[in-house]
């Protein structure tokens, strides 16, 4: 724990929603986490950030379940936990948003929305048949879509290649924000998406934070780290360098501590 | 029914026609219903057709376009599922004999029971599908390497096990069953007709309307993005090229049938006819879009094709020539659709 985390806006003596301590994960020879700790408090948007080569990404498929740590404890809620594969985290309420844009184009925002986890009708149409319950899927992805505040998606039905880049974004979001009754992790969300249109889902993250899903956003987009998180994971070689907040450090400071031209 | 599958996968067009020109209103028309273009040419040849050669449209001359159409819109059905993952099957044909000759052989030259052979037919299907699937899934071998491999493989196997004979049952056997002619009104149709038409149906409402099927259009569209939120790509796929060769299975009973006899001399067209029915159908070769209804209609289209040309009494070659220009045709107009924005 270091001293900068008093400086937070978050009350770390409350549990955190997920919690690692001491991960470590090599790939051959190359050590990729050499002992990371992790918290993501309740309610809070915390960002990770670090150079490339530090490990972010390893310590992102451990706590999605992509990838499954040589050694350290993972904590959903304060209860000790496993993920074998991204199912088992999705299973917990743990959703991720990936980097690529990751929907299906040809498939409508519905069917993007409840991919992998089809409702089908009730009785033995859906039980014996295996028919899938358009009508409600829709009503509840319209409901779903405009409880998050979601102008920009307004017919359903809408296959999605027919969005830009920010609006099919916001749908990978909104799946993730249905479906992660614990939290969401969102990989690099405005990389692939221009201004305007990152401006958008930065909206919506905001949004999603308000409603009360905590949230690790993997960003190199300094900007949008800055406006959005609560709490500031910087990871450098493999560890967890320090845990900052924006109200106390400046992006320059980030980036010192992340290159290690400063001591955290 | 039939409309729930011409909607498929895509749901109802949005309604927003307004500020859009007409290329574009067709654009979106032909993104929203796959298979409107084929049907539009399917009807626009048949009367031509018929008004080169008024016996195009008698009942007659119909059922024997559905009776040829059997065996190849069979073929395309598997090819189409295969296809809508964003892979392709050239072992079609090869796959559809060998089950042919080793339904007929058991139960001809092995003295088989002919059901318990004709069920063994079918199990080779499934197995040349399963061995297409492992290649695909667990090799990571391209489709088009892997069945090309397969092709050579199937094809070999069929004659090596047929040895060069003809396999003729009797007229009253199981195998030929396939081929029993129905009469409804003045067309006379045959099982195999109506067990096409059969599957069709089933594996259209399957596509449209189960999580498998939205999962098949999925994994072809997106595969990366299908296996993130949850769904066991290499499970779908396999089971895509099983179906597929149980399909093809099926057509070479209904092939028995229509023939009256098992041989391993048949068109070596079939592999190329069965992509050729299913792209100009409307499935679209990167995957992920179609819908098999148009399939149906790609298959009739080939044989409306065949069938008009040679009852106005043109040569062979413009029949290739018409196929050729038709796959161009349809391959350029999805390539259009994929452009489609809002």
Same mark, same amino acid.
């Given at each position: ?9 978050s ?5 955190p929603?997920?919690a ?16 990371v700790d992790?918290?993501?408090l ?11 080569g ?16 040589d050694s ?11 993920f074998r594969n991204?199912?088992a ?26 991919l ?25 992805a319209k ?11 307004q017919d359903?039905?809408?296959?999605v290649e ?8 916001a749908?990978?979001?909104?799946r993730?924000?249905?479906?992660g ?6 990989d ?7 201004v305007?249109?990152?401006g ?5 993250i905001?949004?999603?934070?308000d409603?009360?899903?905590?949230i690790?956003?993997?960003?190199h ?14 990871q ?17 400071d980030?980036?010192?501590?992340m290159?290690?031209?400063r001591?955290a | 029914?039939a ?13 927003d026609?307004?500020s859009r ?20 040419v399917?009807?626009?040849?048949a009367?031509?057709?018929d ?12 059922s024997?376009?559905l ?7 069979l073929?395309?059905l598997?090819q189409?599922?295969?296809i ?5 099957d ?5 796959a ?21 052979a004709?069920l ?12 297409d699937?492992?290649?695909?899934t667990?090799?990571?071998v391209?489709?088009?390497?892997g069945?090309?491999?397969t092709?050579?493989?199937?094809t070999a ?5 047929a ?10 056997s #199981?195998?030929v069953w396939t081929? %029993?002619?129905i009469? /409804?009104g003045?067309? *006379? =149709?045959?099982? +195999?007709?109506?067990i096409? $038409?059969?599957l ?7 596509l449209?309307?189960t ?9 072809g569209d997106?595969p990366?993005?299908s296996?993130?939120?949850g769904?066991?790509?290499t ?6 090229y ?17 023939v009256?006899?098992a041989?391993?001399d048949?068109?070596?067209? #079939?592999n190329?006819?069965?992509i %050729?029915?299913?792209? /100009?159908?409307g499935? *679209? =070769?990167?995957? +992920?879009r179609?819908?098999v $209804?148009?399939?149906?209609f790609?298959a ?6 065949q069938?008009?040309?040679a ?6 070659l413009?029949?290739?020539?018409a196929?050729?220009?038709l796959?161009?045709?349809a ?7 994929r452009r489609?924005?809002?």
């Amino acid at each position: 724990m270091t001293s900068q985390d008093e400086n937070g806006p978050s009350d770390t003596s409350r549990t955190p929603v997920l919690a690692a301590t001491g991960l470590t994960k090599s790939y051959g020879r190359v050590e990729a986490l050499r002992g990371v700790d992790f918290e993501l408090l309740p309610g809070e948007i915390l960002a990770v950030i670090g150079d490339n080569g530090a490990g972010k990404s390893t310590l992102i498929k451990c706590l999605s379940g992509a990838t499954t740590p040589d050694s350290g404890q993972l904590y959903l809620d304060g209860e000790e936990v496993t993920f074998r594969n991204p199912q088992a985290a999705q299973d917990a309420g743990i959703e991720t948003v990936y980097q690529t844009l990751a929907v299906a184009p040809a498939l409508d925002i519905a069917s993007n929305l409840f991919l992998g986890r089809e409702l089908r009708k009730k009785g033995p149409l859906g039980g014996l048949l295996r028919v899938l319950d358009f009508a409600e899927m829709r009503k509840q992805a319209k409901d779903h879509v405009s409880r998050m505040g979601i102008e920009t998606l307004q017919d359903i039905t809408q296959p999605v290649e027919t969005l830009s880049g920010g609006q099919r974004q916001a749908v990978a979001v909104a799946r993730a924000a249905a479906f992660g009754s614990k939290l969401v992790i969102l990989d690099e969300p405005t990389a692939a998406l221009g201004v305007r249109e990152s401006g958008q889902v930065v909206k919506l993250i905001r949004q999603l934070r308000d409603n009360g899903l905590p949230i690790v956003l993997i960003s190199h987009d300094m900007p949008s780290v800055f406006e959005l998180a609560d709490r500031i994971h910087v990871q450098r070689l493999g560890r967890r360098a320090a845990v900052i907040s924006p109200k106390t450090h400046t992006m320059n400071d980030a980036v010192a501590i992340m290159t290690g031209a400063r001591a955290a | 029914m039939a409309e729930n599958l011409v909607t498929a996968p895509a749901g109802p067009p949005s309604a927003d026609a307004k500020s859009r020109g007409p290329g574009n209103t067709v654009q979106h028309l032909l993104h929203a219903h796959p298979s409107l273009g084929p049907l539009v040419v399917l009807i626009v040849a048949a009367i031509i057709f018929d008004l080169i050669n008024g016996r195009f449209f008698s009942a007659a001359n119909l059922s024997i376009m559905l009776q040829e159409a059997a065996v190849i819109g069979l073929l395309a059905l598997g090819q189409s599922i295969i296809i809508l993952t964003a892979g392709i099957d050239l072992s079609v044909g090869a796959a559809m004999i060998l089950a042919q000759m080793v339904m007929a052989g058991l139960a001809i030259n092995s003295g088989w029971p002919v059901a318990l052979a004709i069920l063994l037919g079918l199990l080779v299907g499934l197995l040349t599908g399963l061995i297409d699937g492992v290649l695909v899934t667990r090799f990571h071998v391209p489709p088009f390497i892997g069945t090309l491999g397969t092709l050579g493989v199937f094809t070999a196997l069929g004659l090596l096990y047929a040895n060069g004979q003809t396999l003729t049952p009797g007229p009253n056997s #199981l195998l030929v069953w396939t081929g %029993t002619v129905i009469h /409804i009104g003045s067309f *006379s =149709l045959t099982t +195999g007709v109506l067990i096409m $038409l059969a599957l069709y149906l089933v594996v259209g409402f399957i596509l449209a309307r189960t999580a498998w099927g939205k999962h098949v259009y999925a994994v072809g569209d997106e595969p990366e993005a299908s296996r993130l939120v949850g769904i066991n790509t290499t499970r779908l796929l396999l089971s895509v090229y099983l179906l597929a060769g149980l399909v093809y299975a099926i057509a070479a009973w209904v092939q028995i049938g229509r023939v009256g006899d098992a041989s391993t001399d048949i068109s070596s067209t #079939l592999n190329l006819d069965s992509i %050729t029915a299913a792209v /100009i159908g409307g499935i *679209s =070769l990167f995957g +992920g879009r179609g819908v098999v $209804l148009g399939t149906l209609f790609g298959a009739l289209i080939v044989q409306v094709f065949q069938n008009g040309l040679a009852l106005a009494g043109v040569q062979d070659l413009y029949q290739q020539l018409a196929e050729g220009l038709l796959v161009i045709l349809a391959v350029a107009v999805d390539q259009w659709i994929r452009r489609v924005r809002k």
